[in-house]
T-cell receptor
Framework: EAGVTQSPTHLIKTRGQQATLRCSPISGHTSVYWYQQALGLGLQFLLWYDEGEERNRGNFPPRFSGRQFPNYSSELNVNALELEDSALYLCASSLVEDEQYFGPGTRLTVT | DQQVKQNSPSLSVQEGRISILNCDYTNSMFDYFLWYKKYPAEGPTFLIS?????DKNEDGRFTVFLNKSAKHLSLHIVPSQPGDSAVYFCAASESTGNQFYFGTGTSLTVIP
């Protein structure tokens, strides 16, 4: 069974640009979560989508947004990129609350 | 404000010995806790969980202990193996929500 996939693996953008990160959940999983892991910090919760709707968001500014498509895949969009947005962005999917399966992550570098 | 804390960034243990990884939390509403293991260039993988109705959960070489009064949990790995070398994250959530709060991770090195 294929796991959670994320694309691209690496993304380099300049300050002020927009970044789009993509995630495909495990087949049958309806929930997708996005996390940011910045240097020296733990995983910070960004967004939770379930059945196409945003269910919860973490303490991030509105320029972090996303959506979930009918096939349950998801996009994370970061507008007006800032240097401190450089981080590893992890996507996870789940069917039940207690187990989240993570993808390999997208490394975003903002220069 | 970090609601889940792992105060030891790294830990080295000899193969065959016990590894003890610690985690503290501040939110008394947390009632579900998980440990994840992360290898370089990979996403975290679920290891073991515990709910607040228990104080211990065991799965093979891995045991998680929960001390609710101290707001502390620990992961014990016995015996430690070189393949256990990874970064371990603890995470916590409230059962009414689906948002997990993660610690900053502890890098475990098991020396052969």
């Amino acid at each position: 069974e294929a796991g959670v996939t994320q694309s691209p693996t690496h993304l380099i953008k300049t300050r002020g640009q927009q970044a789009t990160l993509r995630c495909s959940p495990i087949s049958g999983h309806t929930s997708v979560y996005w996390y940011q892991q910045a240097l020296g910090l733990g995983l910070q919760f960004l967004l939770w989508y379930d059945e196409g709707e945003e269910r919860n968001r973490g303490n991030f500014p509105p320029r972090f947004s996303g959506r979930q498509f009918p096939n349950y895949s998801s996009e994370l969009n970061v507008n007006a990129l800032e240097l401190e947005d450089s981080a590893l962005y992890l996507c996870a999917s789940s069917l039940v609350e207690d187990e989240q399966y993570f993808g390999p992550g997208t490394r975003l570098t903002v220069t | 404000d970090q609601q889940v804390k792992q105060n030891s960034p790294s830990l080295s243990v000899q193969e065959g010995r016990i590894s003890i990884l610690n985690c503290d939390y501040t939110n008394s509403m947390f009632d579900y806790f998980l440990w994840y293991k992360k290898y370089p260039a990979e996403g975290p993988t679920f290891l073991i969980s515990i709910s607040s109705i228990k104080d211990k959960n065991e799965d093979g070489r891995f045991t998680v202990f929960l001390n609710k009064s101290a707001k502390h949990l620990s992961l014990h790995i016995v015996p430690s193996q070189p393949g256990d070398s990874a970064v371990y994250f603890c995470a916590a959530s409230e059962s009414t929500g689906n948002q997990f709060y993660f610690g900053t991770g502890t890098s475990l090195t098991v020396i052969p």
